[in-house]
């Protein structure tokens, strides 16, 4: 006989863990978190992790910010530690896009964001490395700054845990079970799980999983890299988590002794299995990361290749998240499509999820313009002022 539970969330990475916490806080009974490999063995464990306000959309943006305080106040709201970093966070912009700038950070301000617009002078006084030529603008956000993903996961699984929550580690969801017009939970290599509430929150093995009840979800993998460096010693220098627009280049501290890069790249494969995703750095993209970093970093010339790593971005059509429930299926919900942008927003992703599967709503967070629907109605999550960006960086912020 299949074991049962009252509810069963799909997905061990930075999502699903809060998802579960959430559930289990708001008092379902018997809740099981699902994870194919081990906790946080996915795409969360090679986020960026950065904690950012900025947004050419208020939707995102609101969740962005009703996750902060989580952030900041970690031990208190959650327990144990997230690793949180406020290093300040700036988005750096050229003269095409600094109208485009100003106007996002006054609306942005009016939803309750610290957020200013700061000249290249500015700039160079919050983080003295930094060149700023070809650079007209930025947004900055003292607020801003880093997260440790794998210490975020595991202390929100072990904070789901103390409240009665089981981890299956190394059980792979094989289908998706439904009857009746709604689920009953999961198969999987091993033994059935039902439940009359599954939450599938597996990145870009989403899909495949809503394809086992017929459903087609419009998310698609894209390859994300990643690549770390060792900090030279002559580099003491405040290092802000800088999104540079005009470079195709994020950047942030990693720790004390190693800087975070990334640089997106319209070159890459990817692979329409998220099985056959090769997790080792395409050859050459520590040094395209490098080269960018110096253009802007200078003093960074020295930093000595560390490691790197690939993972895989679940793509919506517009590049925001679908969070929902699954049409023509009760008791089945979606929290995927994030786009390489989500993991700022997991806390109030698994608050408002908890709540509109418990309540028929989310009251806490805005999940309407998250909706499964707006595709089909034609009302995509769009800005006003949305930044003219490279083709490569593949989504829009």
């Excluded at 087609?216 to 460096?229: C, G, H, I």
Aim: aromatic share 6%; net charge negative; proline share 5%.
């Amino acid at each position: 006989m299949a074991r049962t539970y009252d509810a069963l969330v799909i997905g061990g990475g930075v999502m699903g863990a809060s998802i579960a916490y959430h559930l289990a806080r708001a008092g379902v009974g018997r809740v099981a978190l699902v994870e194919r490999r081990e906790i946080c063995s996915g795409n969360t464990r090679k986020s960026g992790a950065i904690i950012r306000m900025h947004y050419s959309n208020d939707p995102e943006a609101k969740l962005a910010l009703a996750s902060l305080p989580y952030f900041q106040r970690w031990s208190e709201m959650v327990g144990g530690s997230c690793g949180f970093r406020e290093t300040g966070f700036a988005l750096l912009v050229g003269p095409e896009n600094l109208d485009r700038l100003r106007r996002n950070v006054t609306r942005l301000r009016a939803l309750g964001v610290e957020t200013s617009v700061v000249g290249p002078d500015e700039l160079r006084e919050i983080m003295p490395s930094l060149q700023t030529e070809g650079v007209a603008g930025a947004a900055y956000e003292p607020t801003g700054g880093y997260a440790d993903a794998l210490q975020t996961t595991l202390s929100l699984v072990d904070a789901a845990r103390q409240l009665g929550v089981e981890v299956l580690e190394g059980t792979t969801v094989t289908a998706i079970a439904a009857a009746g017009g709604r689920v009953t939970g999961v198969s999987t290599l091993g033994d059935d799980l039902a439940a009359p509430i599954v939450v599938c929150a597996a990145n870009t093995w989403s899909p495949a999983l809503l394809r086992t009840v017929g459903v087609e979800a419009p998310v698609t993998p894209r390859r994300a890299q990643v690549a770390y460096f060792d900090r030279p010693a002559t580099y003491t220098c405040p290092h802000l988590v800088v999104l540079d627009t005009t470079t195709a280049l994020y950047t942030r501290a990693h720790n004390d002794d190693q800087i975070l890069g990334g640089a997106a790249d319209e070159s890459v494969t990817t692979s329409t299995d998220p099985d056959d995703n090769d997790e080792r750095a395409d050859p050459g993209f520590q040094d395209e990361v490098a080269a960018r970093m110096r253009v802007r970093v200078p003093s960074l010339a020295s930093a000595r290749h560390a490691r790197a790593e690939a993972g895989m971005y679940d793509m919506s059509p517009d590049t925001r998240a679908i969070l929902d429930r699954v049409p023509g299926l009760d008791g089945l919900y979606l929290a995927a499509g994030f786009s390489g942008t989500g993991f700022k927003k997991a806390p109030a992703v698994g608050l408002g999820l908890s709540e509109l599967i418990l309540r028929g709503a989310a009251t806490s967070v805005d999940l309407v313009p998250f909706r499964w629907s707006r595709f089909a109605e034609d009302a995509p999550i769009h800005g006003a002022d949305e930044y003219v960006l490279p083709q490569s960086w593949g989504h829009t912020f």
